[in-house]
């Protein structure tokens, strides 16, 4: 499994853009983003989930899961994010660490 | 519009190997949209503040509430007007710089608060978790406490308190569009007037202003100053992590992207700059002359898809009204925009003249696009938004 991840917009206007070989995690790593995925029903999110005020200086992410059979992107407003893909998308900003 | 994707500045992989939080979150999971959740809350909370809609004109008004690193608006409320501190620095400075905001505004244009009604200013702090951004919702300021690993927190800097408190006063009158031009005309006046904020509280003038947009939130580790440079778009970091400040400074190098509604943090470095140059020519400080041929601009005379070379026709005839057609100050007006590759209609530097306020025809400006449509000039009588 495979995740393409990206954030611009924001304050800042500094994107972020990661990709990350979910199979080369560590077991414990990839079953908790594995949960993550399902806790957010991504396959089933709409491919775009806009907000209808956005404000000014809010960020925009692109998320690709790609799992070998699935594929499926989302574009999300922070202004319209579900909830449940909320931890997801946490996990995917958190600090650098290198691996 | 514009559909090719330069990215010259790729961040480098952020390689995550913690889960540190995913069990607190997972009882999340099943929640409904934030959206939602954000307008059910504000409305409970709202009614509770009725009482306060009578309070005279030229008043601050602040609340700061606690968002306790949920993403649920506005939170906890910490601290009203009058209150004393508590000992979160972030509520602190939010109602600080807030304040400061506020004043600058009444002082240096008479205008009371975001709407000019003395709406009140609410801010919510502790947003999300290591959330590395503050933003206008629309209604409100919200900052995060940043990652503490590359950002500070959000309410650090004066002028970043400024900048979201602006986006309030553009929404409030010329809704710049925050896509494309008008987008980062929007972005820039936030700049601009957060500048100001902060020169106006230092006791600056324009040459004494290091013109930089959040100095000291990014971490000492990056190599950067600043978010931001209105002196020196393009230069405000350098880091391996974050790549290059992005900001071009002239019209020839505008960056056509998709990304950022259209890169509105990134080319708002243009107006950034020539707002620098009219501010420096005019010597002083800044928010006395240039700040206020801005503030008549955003406030009176811009309309929501206005582009630059709108915003550079109205500054100039601003310019004009206010200190006298070919006055020092309008010169260096039509200077600044030169200076970044603009060149305002009826300025004696341009090809043709056209008559202000009207750009449309078939008139050729050298080298730009045709101006979208500002306000019908001078006297017209002032329309405001009445919500």
């Excluded at chain 1, 209808?52 to 574009?75: C, E, L, M, W």
């Excluded at chain 2, 009482?51 to 608006?73: H, M, W």
Aim: hydrophobic share 35%; proline share 5%.
């Amino acid at each position: 499994m495979n995740i393409h991840f990206e954030r611009s917009g924001g304050f800042a206007g500094i994107r972020l853009k990661h990709d990350i070989d979910v199979d080369a995690l560590p077991e414990k790593i990839r079953e908790e983003l594995q949960k993550l995925i399902g806790a957010a029903a991504f396959f089933q999110l709409p491919d775009s989930i806009k907000a209808t005020n956005p404000g000014a200086d809010r960020f925009q992410y692109q998320i690709t899961v790609d799992s070998g059979d699935r594929k499926h992107t989302v574009n999300v407003d922070d202004a319209a994010m579900p909830e449940t893909l909320r931890p997801l998308v946490r996990w995917l900003t958190s600090p650098a660490q290198n691996r | 519009m514009n559909r090719r994707f330069h990215v010259c500045w790729v961040i480098p992989p952020h390689i995550l190997t913690k889960l540190a939080e995913s069990d607190e979150h997972r009882e999340h999971a099943l929640r409904t949209l934030a959206l939602g959740e954000r307008f059910r809350g504000r409305r409970e909370v709202r009614s509770a503040f009725e009482g306060l809609a009578g309070v005279p004109a030229g008043e601050k008004r602040r609340t700061i509430y606690n968002a306790q690193n949920q993403t649920t608006l506005p939170g906890t409320l910490v601290r009203g007007e009058g209150d004393p501190a508590t000992s979160d620095i972030a509520v602190t400075e939010a109602y600080d710089f807030s304040g400061a905001t506020y004043d600058f505004y009444m002082n240096a244009y008479n205008r009371n608060s975001i709407d000019g009604r003395g709406m009140r200013l609410d801010s919510s702090v502790h947003y999300d978790q290591s959330f590395d951004n503050a933003f206008w919702d629309g209604r409100q300021m919200v900052y995060g406490d940043g990652d503490q690993t590359i950002f500070d927190r959000f309410t650090k800097c004066l002028d970043v308190v400024g900048h979201e408190l602006t986006h309030g006063v553009t929404a409030a009158t010329a809704a710049l569009e925050y896509h494309g031009q008008s987008g980062a005309l929007n972005e820039s006046m936030s700049d601009v007037f957060g500048s100001l904020v902060r020169q106006m509280q230092s006791g600056q003038t324009a040459d004494q202003a290091d013109w930089l947009i959040g100095a000291g939130l990014l971490l000492p580790v990056i190599h950067g100053v600043a978010i931001r440079s209105m002196k020196a778009p393009g230069t405000a970091y350098n880091d391996p992590q974050l790549g290059r400040d992005p900001q071009p400074a002239t019209m020839s190098d505008y960056l056509n992207t998709s990304d950022d509604n259209g890169g509105v943090h990134i080319n708002s470095g243009i107006p950034n700059h020539a707002f620098y140059l009219a501010a420096i020519a005019i010597g002083g400080n800044a928010w006395e002359k240039a700040g206020k041929i801005w503030y008549v601009t955003l406030t009176q005379r811009l309309v929501p898809n206005a582009d630059f070379q709108a915003a550079a026709d109205a500054t100039f005839d601003v310019a004009g009204n206010l200190y006298g057609p070919n006055s020092p100050e309008q010169k260096a007006i039509a200077d600044a925009w030169n200076g970044v590759g603009l060149t305002p209609a009826g300025s004696t530097g341009s090809q043709v003249t056209v008559p202000s306020g009207d750009a449309s025809g078939d008139t050729a400006v050298a080298s730009t696009k045709k101006s979208k449509t500002t306000k019908p000039s001078k006297k017209q009588k002032k329309k405001k938004k009445r919500p």
